[in-house]
């Protein structure tokens, strides 16, 4: 039976070779709009990879639609660019298409020389804390024709496709939403007028482009914004732009960059909104995409298969490994290397204005300058410690063509992203670990697992090159009481090694802190299993269970020094753990001192100001100190002995899985 995931979809007059679908993602790889080297790179791969449909952008259509960051579609000068990532997607065999896009109230007004971003009303952004002003009549007739002059240049340059993007709170989606179009002319108030610009830019991109090339527009299935449109009125937009005949396909979106409920980290579930793109499916008739936590095969098939959608949409998925779609199709499925929704190296670089980066893969990005080719003298390469950092330093050193050995204390290897794991939400990060620690499996390295590294035992191995990833350690700090039996570290909390009483007080507000009192928080609460069983029965009232998925069976007090907690987290995480501790009722304790730990209390400082927190157990989270003792004796012994990862500088996994690339592609 054919693969519902590889058989041929038509869109109008193209014809894509399998449902697999990479979106349109920010990549911050433009050069003043130009199209680069590492642009035409980064896309190449994933075409050869195997994807079907590669939509590169989003593509400007004026000045104030983006940043000199965004692939720029907006004038001719930039018509040669597009022409040579049309061809270097097409090269790899995958059909091409670019994403136009205004920016609207999302533009920050640095990327335009301090001009005022653009929008259907002057209301203040919450994603940018400016505020737009509000567009005369006669410059949104420009912005339509700014739209169809782009199309032109896009057809022009021997793309196969254009998607015009209709959601995510930007510009065309800020005219549909009565929440931020407050308008009292012909593009507001009504449905009808709402429509307006939505309509008036695809009648001009359709009228440049002519009736037989490809049209999607990728729109929201709900925007997850308070007074917002829901999923019922977006279906009614979905279907009045089909009976138009407006469109070709829908790529389903879901939120707003401003919504409060999660859309792209690792709590959401996998394929979580794919129902929202079925409800268009339905209604319309049209091809669909889903999107969203789509990074597995498995699911992507599924949801093809079952009707839910005809496409899917994989793009973080794609930045992890470029490979997906080949090996999918060749039934090497266990040679994946899953996205972990992690969002560090792709949300959380656009917004420190950086080009895209992956935890999972450190060549992501880097398309240019990470090419492995053999060394010239293979060595005998020992790694010690089998965690991110090891794993990655191994991996890469084969790669170069060394001998290759690694030897972990423990029984299994992933060091420090299993701690990741342990909170609900991020179990992802245990996919990480199986992922690397198959890949160590298919290659030649010799694993060896509890197995403690001495100096002696290292001599009598003869390497030539050591490599020293033996990680960090929990701190223990000098306060009077830490060493009572009710004192854990968050680690043993985390491995489940020790059982905290009731009330529990974690002391320390960084990332392994926050993760810790989410861990406890979250203990005694409805699963996603049991809340599905209690809803089909009926069991239960819907606010109710609501209740019980936030309470758990611990009262947890989060303690930190600072003015704030998480801000070793990321960006595009943060704000979701924050709002989860609100609502699991922890309660946060900032710029608060611990004092001593007494029997049934901790003593805390508060801007001078003494209290005693209740706690029947306490929970160390404060941080971790790099552990190395091996790398003196090696190197007085005449040993080649490099550090990486956590014993050489505590970190995030993504610097310790980027370092012992590195390091690894250097021997």
């Known amino acids: 039976m054919r693969d519902p995931l590889f058989s041929p979809i038509v869109i109008n007059s193209l014809q894509v070779k399998n449902r697999i679908y990479l979106p349109a993602m920010h990549l911050n790889m433009a050069d003043k709009g130009q199209v680069t080297e590492q642009i035409k790179a980064f896309y190449a791969r994933r075409a050869e990879g195997g994807a079907g449909l590669i939509c590169a952008g989003f593509a400007t259509i004026d000045e104030q639609s983006g940043s000199s960051l965004n692939i720029g579609a907006h004038a001719d000068e930039f018509i040669p660019g597009l022409r040579e990532l049309a061809r270097s997607i097409q090269g790899g065999g995958a059909k091409s298409c670019i994403q136009l896009n205004h920016a609207g109230r999302y533009n920050f007004s ?32 420009e912005i339509v024709r700014r739209f169809g002059q782009a199309a032109s240049r896009v057809r022009e340059a021997g793309f196969d496709a254009i998607e015009i993007l209709a959601g995510t709170g930007y510009l065309i989606s800020e005219f549909l939403s009565p929440l931020t179009n407050q308008r009292e002319d012909e593009y507001g108030g009504s449905f009808e007028n709402r429509m307006r610009f939505a309509r008036e830019v695809l009648d001009t991109v359709r009228e440049h482009i002519g009736p037989d090339f490809p049209l999607l527009v990728r729109m929201n299935g709900n925007d997850l914004m308070q007074e917002g449109m829901d999923s019922s009125e977006l279906l009614t937009v979905a279907r009045t732009l089909t009976d138009e005949g407006r469109v070709d396909a829908f790529n389903v979106n879901v939120g ?57 949409a994989m793009g973080r998925a794609l930045i992890a490994d470029p490979d997906l779609s080949r090996k999918a199709r060749e039934g090497k499925e266990q040679e994946i290397l899953h996205c972990i929704g992690c969002a560090q190296g792709c949300f959380d670089n656009i917004f420190r204005l950086k080009p895209v980066e992956c935890l ?90 509890e197995r403690e590294a001495s100096v002696q035992e290292i001599l009598k191995s003869s390497p030539d090159t050591v490599i020293l990833a033996t990680g960090a350690r929990p701190v223990t700090p000098k306060l009077p009481g830490v060493d009572q039996d009710h004192v854990f570290q968050a680690w043993d909390v985390l491995r489940k090694k020790v059982w905290p009483g009731r009330r529990v007080v974690v002391l320390g507000g960084g990332a392994v802190g926050v993760e810790c009192a989410l861990t406890l928080a979250r203990r005694g609460t409805l699963g996603g299993d049991e809340l599905k069983f209690l809803l089909e029965n009926k069991v239960e009232d819907c606010d109710f269970l609501r209740q019980q998925c936030l309470r758990g069976t611990h009262q947890v007090v989060l303690v930190e020094m600072l003015d704030r907690v998480g801000q070793d987290i990321g960006k595009s995480t943060r704000w979701t753990m924050l709002q989860e501790l609100r609502q699991l009722h922890v309660q946060v304790k900032t710029k608060t001192r611990a004092l001593g730990i007494e029997q049934q209390a901790v003593r805390v400082d508060k801007e001078g100001e003494e209290s005693r927190i209740p706690a029947d157990s306490v929970v160390l989270a404060l941080g971790s100190a790099s552990f190395n003792p091996l790398q003196d004796e090696l190197q007085s012994l005449g040993l080649n002995a490099r550090v990486v990862g956590d014993a050489r500088e505590v970190g995030q996994a993504i610097d310790a899985i980027h370092a012992g690339f590195a390091l690894g592609r250097d021997i």
């Open 110 to 141: 640095f990327f335009m020389d301090g001009q005022q971003a653009v929008a259907p009303s002057a209301l203040t952004s919450k994603l940018t804390g400016e505020r737009p002003r509000a567009l005369e009549v006669e410059e949104i007739k």
């Open 360 to 449: 999972c893969n450190p060549q992501a990005g880097h398309e240019l300058e990470t090419g492995i080719t053999p060394g010239e003298s293979p060595q005998d390469v020992l790694v010690i410690g089998g965690g991110p950092a090891g794993m990655s330093a191994a991996l890469a050193a084969r790669a170069r063509g060394h001998r290759v050995q690694l030897w972990e204390g423990s029984d299994r290897l992933g060091g420090q992203l299993w701690l990741a794991a342990a909170p609900p939400g991020r179990e992802e990060f245990a996919t990480l670990a199986r992922d690397l620690a198959h890949a160590l499996e298919r290659s030649d390295i010799r694993v060896s697992l």
């Open 256 to 312: 707003w960059h401003e919504g409060r409920v999660p859309q792209i980290v690792s709590c959401v579930p996998r394929g979580t909104f794919a129902y929202l793109a079925r409800q268009i499916r339905e209604t319309t008739n049209l091809p669909v995409i889903a999107s969203h936590r789509i990074n597995d095969p498995d699911l992507a098939r599924e949801l093809v298969g079952t009707g839910m959608c005809d496409m899917v």
